[in-house]
Structure formats: C-alpha cells, structure tokens
C-alpha cells in the first residue's frame, strides 16, 4: 500500500523513492489539498478558460468513449466528455472528494500518476484499456514525466490515443506577474516543456506523436479580443504559436496483432467511360495477403465499361473480382458504393486510369498491414513525375492545397487528391461517421477520406509513388477553375470545423 492508500501495483523506480522527489509530491499534494473546494471558485472566474479547454478536448475526444483522465481534479473536463466510462486519478484527497461528490457517474482513484495502477483496465488478450487517455496540464507537476507515460502503456490498445495539453513554455516568463496579479494560481510548475519535450518523452516510453499545436493566444475573457485572438487570428501560421496551451495527440507504437500475410485486402477501382483500361487492371494488381478482392463501380458509364468486367471476371476465375454499379454522383460516392461490398481487412483505392500504378500497391499493404500508420496517403509530388502526367498548373495548385492542409489538418500533407489511399477496414467506419461531422461537399472522396482520418486523430503516412501518363481513356478533371473552387470550399470547412472550433 501506499502512502496515499492504496495499492500502486508494481514496484517503482528508486529515483521516485529519493526525497528530492517525493518533496515535489508532497508540495503538489498540499497545494491542491489546501485549495479544496477553492478549485471550484477559481474555475468560476475562469469559466472561458476552461470552456475553451473543454472544446479543444472534445474536438479530439469522441463523445461516448471510454476515458482516463490523469490529474481529474474536480472532474469538471472529464464529465463534459461525456465518456461511456470515465475514470479520474488525482494524487489530493481533497480533489478526489470534490470530484466524487460533484461527478458521482465516474470512477475516481486516488494514485500519484509515476505510480499509477489501474489492473482491472489494463489490456489483456486484445481486450480492456481506454479509447482516450488526457493529461490537462498535468506535466508540469509531476516528479519524473517519462514514468508517468510508461505506466499508461498497459492500458493503450493500438487505437487508443493519449491527449496532453500544458502550458506552453513561452508563457513562462509571464506567470510569476499573472500570479501576483491574481489572474492564474500560483501551481506548483516545476517542468516547463516544450511541444518537443513532451514528443521526446512519449517517444521513450513507446508512444508516436499523430499531431500537435497551440490554441489560445488570449486565455482570459477580454470582449472583442478573446473572439478576435482565439479566433482566425489566433490560428494564423506563426501567431498561432504564441498559444497559451500546447497541445499532443498520441498513439502507442505497437504492431498489429496479425502479421501481414493474414490480412485479406480489397482494391475498390472507380470507374467512368474506363472501357480500354479495364481488361489490364487485374493483370497488373498483383496478390496480397490470403486474398486480394478487386471491386470495379461503374459509375454510369457510358461506354463499355461495364461490359469489359464482366468479361475480365469470366477471364480471371481464380481471382475474386466483383462489378458494382455506381450511383453516378461523382468519384467519392462510386468509392463508398464499391467499399460497401468489400469484405477484405485493408481497404485500397485505386484509379482506373492507373496512373498510380497497380505495383506500387504492396507497398500500401505493407505499410498499413505493419501498422507504419493508419491511413497510408499517395503522394505524387516526391518523384518527378512522367512527362505530361500533370500538368504544370495542377502541380502548383497540388502543392498550395498541400500546404494549406498540413496547417489545417496539423499533420504532414504533400498531396491530397492522389488517387491511392488505404486504411484497415475499422478505421474506414471513423472516416465515414467523420462526413456527419464536416457534411457531403466533396465530390472525389480524397478530402472526406483526410478529414475524418485528422478528425479521427488516425496517424497519416504519405507514401510516394511514379506518377506515370495515362495510356488511355480521358481525365475526368478537365474543369480546372470549377474544381479548385471545390477545393477553397473544402479548405473552408476544415477551418471552421477544425481551426476555428
């Protein structure tokens, strides 16, 4: 047992046990055991703070998941998750009463996080843990940062994300005059870490980092400025980083439960007036796993698509090829029709004017398959291109889109309306719920498909392929002006949705 009472679980390091350490424990325990139903107030006066804070949260965090908060403290945030389950640690007796009292639905433990032990979550056989672990600043008080995170592995399934958000290191200078000024509690700071830091130590005990930034260049409810500054403003390239909270989205490195050659893989091939390339498609898909299953969608054509399948599947009986028709709605619902008859584990797009060649798909399978990521994204952009396979203003126009979209989507984008994208097929139900959530404005699928895997927090990967000319048949965006209109709307979306939420 422990000196707060109750079992800690397995032993811990010798540096925790050294009084330099517990000292920090001690002084954080009584500074929150003292503030007691203090906390209450000081978030009263705080109301936009932590209203902010609780947005930011949920942006990140589904409603109905199953959630650990670590440092609960009254658990205020983690109630407004909204969680199926949600279970609170915090190391004062006086918050652990406060947030039993307030929060009855939730499980509350008192644990020092260095020493935390939650047996009855932990994840044995696949099963057990937590959707969603969140640390609201919380780092900054503990006694050794890199313990905290290890502890949390036993808990982790390969989805489950860990969400940190802590002051960022700017502010620092600025905190002793906010305290004396009464505009922030004077907490027992002791780490003041950086974006790189926290991915540094995540990264030791065995965690990948999906996404990170900055929110709340003006933490206090000023009228007009809060709006003006935490709004577009704030989320500007550069100002954004003067964000009084950072924050890191995580996942624990692990590798999927199967090896690769176990998983069964669908290729979904879009199709219109794409008669002279379907007859090639399936000799150049090469096998993948126990079975690789080619689904065409004819999507209202107008030619002899169709017809061309049908023959290709009396061709090829050894292969498990399936023509389903299209609703004749663009490329993006021709792609959701054909997924809908998938029954393979990884699920692939692939254009049927093949200039993403088919080869290039094992490296998709075995990227996602050895869970390098969770949805495995094209990219035509690194390799030069073939000869009048793009044309010149289709490459800088790709490239402004790419770099508009790694600041709103907050991780890495280099192209995103390459044809070629893959997830597993649990990951594939995210992105669909994800289109309630941004609503139906994308006509080709390739924004629907990145904005529910950013929504999602799933882990992007781009994968470079050669982007060669296509051999035959017509490209289907010849309405260049018409098309990038499309895609500032989307851009749009994405701001609002998820910059300016």
Same mark, same amino acid.
């Given at each position: 047992?422990?000196?707060? @009472?109750? %079992?800690?679980?397995?032993? $811990?390091?010798?540096?925790? =046990?050294?009084?330099?350490?517990? &000292?920090?424990?001690? /002084?954080?325990?009584?500074?929150?055991?003292?503030?007691?139903?203090?906390?209450?107030?000081?978030?009263?006066?705080?109301?936009?703070?932590?209203?902010?804070?609780?947005?930011?949260?949920?942006?990140?965090?589904?409603?109905?998941?199953?959630?650990?908060?670590?440092?609960?403290?009254?658990?205020?945030?983690?109630?407004?998750?909204?969680?199926?389950?949600?279970?609170?640690?915090?190391?004062?007796?006086?918050?652990?009463?406060?947030?039993?009292?307030?929060?009855?639905?939730?499980?509350?433990?008192?644990?020092?996080?260095?020493?935390?032990?939650?047996?009855?979550?932990?994840?044995?056989?696949?099963?057990? @843990?937590? %959707?969603?672990?969140?640390? $609201?600043?919380?780092?900054? =008080?503990?006694?050794?940062?890199? &313990?905290?995170?290890? /502890?949390?592995?036993?808990?982790?399934?390969?989805?489950?994300?860990?969400?940190?958000?802590?002051?960022?290191?700017?502010?620092?200078?600025?905190?002793?005059?906010?305290?004396?000024?009464?505009?922030?509690?004077?907490?027992?700071?002791?780490?003041?870490?950086?974006?790189?830091?926290?991915?540094?130590?995540?990264?030791?005990?065995?965690?990948?980092?999906?996404?990170?930034?900055?929110?709340?260049?003006?933490?206090?409810?000023?009228?007009?400025?809060?709006?003006?500054?935490?709004?577009?403003?704030?989320?500007?390239?550069?100002?954004?980083?003067?964000?009084?909270?950072?924050?890191?989205?995580?996942?624990?490195?692990?590798?999927?439960?199967?090896?690769?050659?176990?998983?069964?893989?669908?290729?979904?091939?879009?199709?219109?007036?794409?008669?002279?390339?379907?007859?090639?498609?399936?000799?150049?898909?090469?096998?993948?796993?126990?079975?690789?299953?080619?689904?065409?969608?004819?999507?209202?054509?107008?030619?002899?698509?169709?017809?061309?399948?049908?023959?290709?599947?009396?061709?090829?009986?050894?292969?498990?090829?399936?023509?389903?028709?299209?609703?004749?709605?663009?490329?993006?619902?021709?792609?959701?029709?054909?997924?809908?008859?998938?029954?393979?584990?990884?699920?692939?797009?692939?254009?049927?004017?093949?200039?993403?060649?088919?080869?290039?798909?094992?490296?998709?399978?075995?990227?996602?398959?050895?869970?390098?990521?969770?949805?495995?994204?094209?990219?035509?952009?690194?390799?030069?291109?073939?000869?009048?396979?793009?044309?010149?203003?289709?490459?800088?126009?790709?490239?402004?889109?790419?770099?508009?979209?790694?600041?709103?989507?907050?991780?890495?984008?280099?192209?995103?309306?390459?044809?070629?994208?893959?997830?597993?097929?649990?990951?594939?139900?995210?992105?669909?719920?994800?289109?309630?959530?941004?609503?139906?404005?994308?006509?080709?699928?390739?924004?629907?498909?990145?904005?529910?895997?950013?929504?999602?927090?799933?882990?992007?990967?781009?994968?470079?392929?050669?982007?060669?000319?296509?051999?035959?048949?017509?490209?289907?965006?010849?309405?260049?002006?018409?098309?990038?209109?499309?895609?500032?709307?989307?851009?749009?979306?994405?701001?609002?949705?998820?910059?300016?939420?």
């Amino acid at each position: 047992m422990s000196a707060l @009472g109750e %079992d800690v679980g397995p032993p $811990v390091s010798r540096a925790l =046990e050294t009084p330099p350490l517990t &000292e920090i424990w001690e /002084r954080v325990e009584r500074f929150y055991d003292d503030l007691g139903p203090g906390r209450d107030a000081w978030i009263e006066r705080s109301r936009y703070y932590y209203d902010t804070l609780a947005e930011l949260l949920r942006l990140h965090v589904p409603r109905g998941a199953k959630v650990l908060d670590i440092g609960c403290g009254n658990g205020d945030l983690l109630a407004a998750l909204e969680p199926s389950r949600g279970v609170g640690v915090d190391l004062s007796r006086a918050m652990v009463d406060l947030a039993r009292a307030k929060h009855p639905e939730l499980e509350v433990h008192r644990q020092r996080a260095e020493t935390l032990h939650l047996p009855e979550w932990e994840v044995k056989d696949g099963e057990g @843990g937590f %959707d969603a672990i969140v640390m $609201v600043n919380v780092v900054g =008080e503990l006694a050794d940062v890199l &313990e905290t995170f290890k /502890r949390l592995r036993p808990l982790c399934r390969p989805d489950t994300r860990v969400v940190c958000v802590y002051y960022n290191h700017l502010w620092e200078p600025l905190t002793r005059p906010a305290t004396q000024l009464g505009l922030k509690l004077d907490n027992p700071t002791q780490n003041w870490l950086s974006l790189d830091d926290l991915g540094a130590f995540l990264h030791l005990a065995g965690f990948e980092t999906i996404k990170s930034g900055n929110r709340m260049p003006v933490p206090k409810y000023v009228p007009g400025l809060a709006e003006l500054g935490n709004g577009l403003l704030g989320r500007l390239p550069g100002v954004q980083r003067l964000g009084f909270v950072n924050f890191l989205v995580a996942r624990p490195e692990v590798a999927l439960a199967r090896p690769p050659a176990e998983h069964s893989c669908t290729v979904v091939v879009p199709c219109k007036d794409e008669e002279d390339n379907v007859p090639e498609i399936p000799k150049r898909i090469p096998r993948m796993g126990r079975f690789t299953e080619i689904i065409f969608v004819d999507d209202h054509s107008t030619d002899r698509t169709a017809e061309r399948v049908r023959q290709v599947i009396e061709e090829n009986p050894d292969r498990p090829i399936k023509l389903v028709p299209g609703p004749g709605q663009g490329k993006g619902a021709a792609v959701r029709a054909g997924l809908a008859h998938a029954t393979g584990d990884v699920l692939m797009i692939l254009d049927a004017d093949m200039t993403v060649m088919p080869e290039d798909l094992p490296a998709f399978f075995e990227a996602i398959t050895e869970n390098r990521g969770e949805f495995i994204n094209g990219t035509r952009l690194i390799y030069p291109l073939q000869e009048n396979a793009m044309r010149t203003a289709n490459i800088s126009g790709n490239k402004a889109f790419a770099f508009v979209f790694t600041y709103l989507l907050e991780q890495r984008i280099t192209d995103t309306l390459c044809g070629t994208k893959v997830v597993m097929r649990h990951n594939y139900e995210k992105i669909l719920e994800a289109r309630d959530f941004f609503g139906d404005v994308d006509r080709w699928g390739d924004y629907d498909w990145l904005f529910g895997a950013a929504k999602s927090n799933l882990k992007i990967v781009e994968l470079p392929v050669h982007y060669v000319e296509r051999v035959a048949g017509e490209t289907k965006m010849k309405k260049r002006f018409q098309n990038g209109l499309i895609m500032l709307r989307m851009c749009g979306v994405a701001l609002r949705k998820l910059k300016l939420a």
